[in-house]
């Protein structure tokens, strides 16, 4: 059962390293978003790519975070100089095409960063 | 401030009894989904409700939306411990591009054996 497969789980960084999070979408889905969720937070939308593209970066920070989707490999979501207040989970979603009213997203596991 | 509200926060029930999660907002949804998430894990789909006053049931839940599109609500019939988890609704705005779910805050809800 190939599903959403985030890596890795559990992340630890000191402040101002760098934190890369991973994500290989189901198969056949093309489309792949992230969500960042905080204690007792529901999940915010960050950023919505697809192959090569980035279609929507709204909701990511301007500065330290960047995402990616290359035609090979998964997608990457990228955070430089980690601050505590970045210590989160973040999700990672996919769908087979845009919208949700039939095509629903399909979550992975997350990865759970701390800032130390 | 949540786009969509739950309530309630936290909810602690004995197994066999009912429960009822709210989800409520002033915008109105094009499509309002129920996930479930269990600690350490991703949000699982639940179910997908599309027009408004639409009722599905999914076994022992219920799920509701509201007429005017702007709430909806989760009832569980006799809830069991592993109906335990976090209740999370989110919708697409009517006025939004199509895959910008907005989440609401979910409901904990804890049912003791």
């Known amino acids: 059962n190939a599903g959403v497969m985030q890596n890795p789980r559990h992340l630890v960084r000191r402040r101002g390293q760098e934190a890369r999070l991973r994500c290989s979408p189901m198969?056949?889905?093309?489309?792949v978003y992230w969500y960042r969720q905080l204690p007792e937070e529901g999940l915010k939308f960050m950023v919505y790519?697809?192959?090569?593209?980035?279609?929507?970066e709204s909701g990511m920070p301007k500065e330290r975070f960047s995402a990616e989707f290359p035609k090979e490999g998964p997608s990457i979501l990228r955070i430089q100089q980690v601050v505590r207040g970045d210590s989160a989970a973040y999700f990672c979603?996919?769908?087979?095409?845009?919208?949700?009213?039939?095509?629903?997203?399909?979550f992975g596991e997350g990865s759970r960063l701390t800032v130390l | 401030t949540q786009l969509l509200e739950q309530s309630p926060q936290f909810l602690s029930i004995q197994e066999g009894e009912n429960l009822t999660v709210y989800c409520n907002s002033s915008s109105v949804f094009s499509s309002l989904q129920w996930y479930r998430q269990e600690p350490g894990e991703g949000p699982v789909l639940l179910v997908t409700?599309?027009?408004?006053?639409e009722v599905k049931k999914l076994k022992r839940l219920t799920f509701q939306f509201g007429d005017a599109r702007k709430d909806s609500s989760l009832h569980i019939t006799a809830a069991q411990p592993g109906d335990t988890g976090l209740y999370l609704c989110a919708g697409t705005l009517l006025s939004s591009n199509d895959y910008k779910l907005s989440f609401g805050a979910g409901t904990t809800v804890t049912v003791r054996a």
């Open positions: 409700v599309v027009t408004g006053g």
């Open positions: 198969k056949g889905h093309s489309h």
């Open positions: 979603a996919s769908s087979p095409r845009t919208g949700t009213n039939t095509g629903e997203l399909f």
């Open positions: 790519l697809q192959k090569e593209n980035i279609i929507d």
